[in-house]
């Protein structure tokens, strides 16, 4: 069975299972969370799998019209702010508390900037239960003296829950308006939630497979954004397509390198997947890493990524923290 062919899915769940449907709730409303709810939302209106609303964690905040986000969110089923002019779903549903959020959630959907992962998953720790699935759609890791932990290992073991992951080219407002684009899963063990995670997400205009490589895909997925600022400042630096291109294929060659070093069970065909050469060329290409460091190199270093950040990125952050 293909992971892509989601009309095969059945396979993979008994009948008794389609008894009890998912709840899901994405942790996260920003740009790729908002995207992210809803791929969701369209398949739960549809397959008997999962419970038809999807509620999403936001962080409150207070528009320009002086609305707060979570009430716009759930009048006009559009996030203002992050995701405009984008419908939602009629099934998606905007709570500002976290535990309210999860309170019935059985897959949780983590798409937050890296830098929140911490302070979360204190919220919530005691307050889902056990059975509950997790993915991470977040690109970054921690690097302490002490070592490195993926996101994915950080929720794992603060939570006490099963932790897949889904990266790709995944640019969120190409996906908004249906561009065709691919993602990966990458899961541990578990095949019949990887295929669900599949289920969830896969859309005609989103196609996700799914490898058992977690580490793999994850470090490919964080690693890539390393290259982008690279990539950034040469072309902030006009040094032209060449040069580019050169960074892109060093740069993946390091990637297989250091995620072998840190992960030595990472297999090498994950990076012919979407979480890697794909993510990678994208990235370099219209990521906002790209973006931020192109304008560092054109401004001479004279804003600092922080104040670019700030400036250019309507509340997002920069996928790699810049020391």
């Not at 799998?49 to 559009?78: C, M, Q």
């Not at 509950?132 to 302490?144: Q, T």
């Not at 490589?213 to 950034?232: P, S, Y």
């Not at 390091?254 to 794909?278: H, I, K, Q, W």
């Amino acid at each position: 069975m293909s992971f892509g062919d989601t009309s095969a899915f059945q396979d993979g769940i008994t009948t008794s299972s389609l008894n009890v449907k998912d709840r899901i709730t994405v942790i996260g409303s920003g740009n790729w969370g908002s995207v992210a709810a809803r791929l969701i939302a369209i398949n739960t209106r549809t397959s008997p799998l999962f419970h038809d609303e999807v509620r999403i964690w936001v962080f409150e905040e207070i528009l320009p019209s002086g609305e707060k986000l979570t009430n716009a969110i759930n009048k006009y089923k559009e996030n203002k702010k992050y995701l405009p002019g984008v419908n939602l779903g009629p099934n998606v549903v905007a709570d500002p508390d976290i535990r309210s959020a999860v309170k019935d959630a059985t897959m949780l959907v983590f798409v937050t900037p890296h830098q929140f992962i911490e302070g979360i998953c204190k919220d919530l720790k005691g307050k889902i239960k056990p059975s509950v699935k997790g993915i991470s759609l977040i690109k970054g890791m921690e690097v302490k003296e002490s070592g490195v932990t993926l996101i994915s290992n950080k929720i794992r073991k603060s939570l006490g829950i099963e932790c897949s992951v889904l990266m790709g080219a995944n640019i969120a407002n190409e996906i908004a308006e249906e561009m065709f684009s691919e993602a990966t899963v990458g899961y541990k063990g578990n095949k019949t939630i990887a295929q669900k995670w599949v289920q969830l997400f896969s859309t005609p205009y989103f196609s996700v497979t799914a490898v058992p490589d977690v580490e793999g895909v994850e470090i490919c997925g964080t690693l890539k954004n390393v290259v982008a600022i690279a990539a950034g400042l040469v072309d902030g630096l006009g040094m032209g397509s060449n040069t580019k291109a050169a960074i892109m294929r060093i740069g993946l060659k390091e990637m297989r390198y250091l995620a072998r070093l840190l992960f030595p069970t990472v297999n090498d065909t994950t990076f012919f997947e979407s979480c890697g050469v794909a993510d990678l060329i994208t990235t370099c290409l219209g990521g906002r890493n790209r973006k931020v460091a192109e304008a560092f190199a054109r401004n001479g270093g004279k804003l600092s990524f922080d104040e670019l950040e700030a400036k250019m990125l309507n509340g997002q952050k920069l996928q790699v923290q810049i020391f």
